[in-house]
């Protein structure tokens, strides 16, 4: 029998920016089997993205979009707002036609949708390119995360409009599918993984700290969900109570909370030198490696919780916020990682406080979450995920390919 020629997926983000989806699809897309998948990225926009993707040699083309369009924040989608967008509604339809017409021109098989903005114009495009479209959703669909007019129109399209869609846990199937997936649909967990080459990292051995005071990080954009403030309570805290550590936040804000950064500053100050901020770093591997403990802090359930399997593979221990896909993360708490109450700040320094008292807890816990990243959370997966999809939606019982 023949072997079957590779699906051609055209992969769409209205963004070039290099944020959480963005990094998670680079990872996905340097693993693909490309003889089963060859994968081709449309962006919207111009930007570090495309250079990432290009350097890695991934075929990728810009298709601007108006930026008044690419630019709507989702803050901005309630009832009154969604009828006045309504006045980029041609402009959104006339760039559908282009994706659909880029699409049949390069034998696309399917519209893969990175992005929610792309969710959108996709399924325009799959409907004039007479394509299957797959959403991958990578956020909680919930008022939590956008206006509830929003959130109703998102999940129903949910349910009629792609013909698949890949989420990253559980936690963001159920907020998309509050009463459960719909008979006839399909809807997939696929994990996030790590590239090959963010898991070069040696089991972890020392059962001590390899700083002196230990050093404890936080990694992420600077934004108030995120939970920095707690972080900086938390140290407050085991500064009151006599125990030594020093403690890092990395990470810019992107979207205008320059003042919450600067409230974060103003909680540090009592902290003096043992508080450093180091704004936004492209190397993170390297500032894991020099961190002793590492913390995610968020105050709403996440998706998933990339920076928390980025720590675990680099034999880090691990304490995050108890909730969304974080818990599917940390399969035995306490065993590959610790969970604390969502802004509980009190809580996290008795876990904090736990963990810089006792170093050979802290190792274990370490080489529990190193071995669970290496065994569920690999880019190998996510991509050999996506092609197990492709070849549910695409091949006939016979074997042949739809078109």
């Not at 309504?86 to 760039?95: H, K, V």
């Amino acid at each position: 029998m023949a072997a079957l020629t590779p699906h051609t997926i055209v992969f769409l983000d209205h963004t070039a920016k290099w944020s959480g989806g963005e990094i998670a699809l680079l990872r996905t897309l340097e693993a693909v089997d490309r003889s089963r998948i060859n994968p081709i990225v449309v962006l919207a926009e111009d930007g570090p993205f495309r250079t990432r993707l290009e350097a890695a040699g991934i075929e990728t083309h810009v298709l601007p979009l108006s930026e008044k369009v690419r630019e709507i924040r989702k803050d901005s989608l309630g009832a009154a707002a969604i009828i006045g967008h309504l006045g980029t509604a041609i402009g959104l339809l006339r760039y559908a036609g282009k994706v659909a017409r880029f699409a049949r021109q390069h034998g696309a098989a399917a519209l893969h949708c990175n992005s929610l903005k792309s969710d959108f114009y996709g399924a325009l495009a799959g409907r004039v390119a007479h394509l299957p479209v797959v959403w991958h959703v990578r956020d909680h669909i919930d008022p939590n995360y956008l206006p509830d007019p929003a959130v109703k129109l998102f999940r129903a399209m949910a349910r009629s409009v792609p013909r698949a869609v890949v989420t990253n846990s559980d936690s963001t199937t159920e907020k998309l599918y509050p009463g459960g997936v719909p008979n006839g649909r399909i809807a997939v967990t696929i994990y996030d993984g790590l590239a090959d080459r963010e898991l070069t990292a040696p089991e972890p051995t020392a059962q001590t700290f390899r700083n002196d005071p230990p050093r404890v990080g936080m990694v992420g954009r600077i934004v108030e969900w995120k939970g920095q403030n707690i972080f900086l309570q938390a140290a407050l805290l085991l500064r009151e109570r006599g125990i030594s550590a020093r403690y890092v936040i990395v990470g810019a804000p992107l979207f205008g909370e320059q003042a919450f950064e600067a409230e974060l500053h103003r909680m540090a100050e009592p902290l003096g030198e043992s508080v450093e901020f180091l704004g936004f770093q492209s190397d993170v591997p390297a500032i894991l490696r020099n961190l002793d403990i590492l913390i995610h802090a968020s105050v709403t359930p996440e998706p998933f919780g990339q920076v928390v399997i980025e720590g675990m593979a680099e034999g880090l221990p691990v304490i995050a916020s108890d909730g969304g896909g974080v818990r599917e993360i940390m399969a035995t708490p306490g065993v590959d990682g610790m969970l604390t109450p969502m802004g509980n700040a009190p809580a996290l320094a008795d876990a904090l406080g736990e963990l810089l008292g006792d170093p050979l807890r802290a190792h274990q816990m370490a080489v529990g979450g190193w071995r669970r990243v290496r065994a569920a959370f690999t880019a190998r997966q996510t991509a050999s995920g996506l092609a197990d999809l492709y070849d549910r939606i695409l091949v006939t019982p016979s074997g042949t390919r739809e078109r």
